[in-house]
């Protein structure tokens, strides 16, 4: 049976110290998700602007309108726009969600949220947990998108309101399973 080879000091401390730094490397590759982090919250900054000018633009035209007679109706605009802007403060959020929950699973835990509240949206345990998050908030945007084109439908049949009763009675049934689901957070 042969002898099992034997290392010089040197060469064990040249091993072990390869492996250390090759070991650094790997550990410091996470902060390759910043790649992801910083856009998210950039996207997300952004899409906040462009609701806020949205809700301001509905603001400045329900003011024309009721104040200064402006010509232009706006009761067929102002819900679906107000809608619309809705929508996208939800995705603004999931994106926040998104790149503040990949910075506190592979980067660090943010202090002042865990200080703020253990349970607060960006406090984010796994990546299960992410995703839960994440699908609530899309879930809820799915939903404003769906009523803001049901505001819109003009009924041919009463086939389509009985249509648009069982799609409204899915997404309660949808939402009720939900809040089943997170009863116990």
């Known amino acids: 049976m042969p002898e099992p080879a034997k290392h010089s000091p040197s060469e ?3 091993q072990s110290r390869l492996e250390r730094r090759w ?3 790997l550990w410091n590759s996470r902060f390759l998700v910043m790649a992801a982090v910083v856009p998210s919250l950039i996207g997300a900054l952004v899409l906040f602007i462009i609701g806020t000018l949205d809700i ?3 603001v400045r035209d329900t003011v024309a309108y009721y104040l200064l007679g402006s010509g232009m109706d706006i009761h067929e605009t102002v819900v679906p726009s107000i809608v619309m802007a809705v929508d996208i403060y ?3 959020i999931v994106l926040l969600i998104f790149g503040l929950g990949v910075y506190r699973l592979f980067v660090s835990p943010i202090e002042q949220a865990e ?3 253990p349970r607060h949206p960006f406090n984010v345990e796994s990546f299960d947990q992410l995703k839960d998050k994440i699908a609530r908030v899309v879930i809820l945007a799915v939903i404003i998108e769906f009523f803001r084109a049901v505001v819109d439908i003009r009924f041919q049949t009463p086939l389509d309101a009985i249509y648009l009763a069982l799609s409204v009675l899915a997404l309660a049934i949808a939402i009720y399973l939900m809040s ?3 009863k116990g957070e």
């Open 12 to 14: 064990k401390t040249t």
């Open 23 to 25: 070991e650094r490397f």
């Open 56 to 58: 301001l633009g509905i």
């Open 90 to 92: 939800l995705i603004a």
């Open 115 to 117: 200080d703020y509240a």
């Open 180 to 182: 089943l689901t997170h």
